[in-house]
């Protein structure tokens, strides 16, 4: 089971978001925990073509953030301080980021 999990990470190390940026770069060069998770987010939505992505635990995998209390400051900093997004909590079940398609 290990193994497959490491597999799982490694290919999703090499996924990328836009050119040579790969989310194992992300992971290692950028600290905060809401800016990570809102660029895998922003580039899973990119590569599926939606403006909305449920937050699985593929995508917290993949942002290096794998605490509970984490996920919950970060869900709670989106709401508060980022106006291009914003996330639907459902009790129970997986969040969902919305970017905001407004133009000014």
Known sequence: MNDQKQAQ????N?????GPIDFQWINNN???PTARLLLIARAFMVMEGKANYPLTLK???CAGINDRSTRTRVLKNIVKNVKD???ERRVGRTSVIY??????
């Open 99 to 104: 970017q905001n398609n407004k133009s000014n």
């Open 85 to 87: 997004y914003k996330v």
């Open 59 to 61: 995508v917290w995998d």
């Open 30 to 32: 950028i600290a905060d």
């Open 9 to 12: 990470k490694t290919k999703r």
């Open 14 to 18: 090499n996924l990328f978001l836009k």
